[in-house]
């Protein structure tokens, strides 16, 4: 079965500073990782995915992160935070041949404050 | 803007009272979901259809219901809920294909539901 871990339920940072959110997953096979960021009062939107290839994964807003298999990790980072990016962010996985299911494990999320 | 749409954004109702919510997607996606999210948690995953025919349930109290009248839309009716029920609903639509899902979903904006 697979699973999901996000360390630091609150990250702050001040604006300008790296962004560093954890996310290590199990699975049995390499699994497929996203991310997705969901702001107040909103749906989750999808900031970037690996699935096979390169394992940087640029995304959306200047995010991207790195798949290290042998660390089961997926960390999201971003140079220099903005205000606009205090969100709740949620790490998700699916294993690649789980055709019946279909669906994601999510994290437990992690709230990213960014103070002025 | 998302490309799922949700309808209401806000519902409150009784828990006598009858409602459906709507989620509709025009991306010719063929899986479909329905999440329920409660406040600080990430999304629980409700129900998947697969080609207008439902595939997953997990285990979700009878009193909701999905619906899938076509490749487009997805409703959720719902009666004589209970105040636990009270929750973001979310609904999210892939593709449908049999290579292990490596696309992915895309979440629409929500409903929020109280329960009176």
């Known amino acids: 079965a697979q699973s999901v871990t996000q360390l630091g339920s609150h990250v702050s940072v001040s604006e300008g500073a790296l962004v560093l959110l954890r996310c290590n997953y199990s699975?049995?096979?390499?699994?497929?990782l996203f991310w997705y960021v969901q702001y107040p009062n909103q749906g989750l939107q999808l900031l970037l995915k690996y699935t096979t290839g390169a394992t940087l994964v640029k995304g959306i807003n200047g995010f991207e992160a790195e798949f290290k298999k042998s660390e089961t990790s997926f960390h999201l980072t971003k140079p220099s935070a903005h205000m606009s990016d205090a969100a709740e962010y949620f790490c998700a996985v699916r294993e690649p041949m789980d055709t019946g299911r279909r669906a994601l494990t999510f994290g437990s999320g992690t709230r990213l404050q960014v103070q002025p | 803007d998302t490309e799922v749409t949700q309808t209401p954004k806000h519902l409150v109702m009784g828990m006598t009272n009858k409602k459906s919510l709507k989620c509709e997607q025009h991306m010719g996606h063929r899986a479909m979901y329905w999440y329920k999210q409660k406040a600080k948690k990430p999304p629980e995953l409700m129900f998947v259809y697969s080609y207008e025919k439902l595939s997953i349930n997990e285990s979700v109290p009878s009193r909701f219901s999905p619906e899938c009248p076509n490749s487009s839309l997805l409703n959720l009716h719902l009666h004589a809920l209970q105040p636990e029920d009270s929750a973001l609903y979310l609904c999210?639509?892939?593709?449908?294909?049999?290579?292990?899902?490596?696309?992915?979903?895309?979440f629409g904006d929500g409903t929020r539901l109280s329960i009176l």
């Open positions: 699975s049995s096979v390499p699994p497929y």
């Open positions: 999210a639509s892939s593709q449908g294909t049999g290579q292990g899902g490596n696309q992915p979903q895309h």
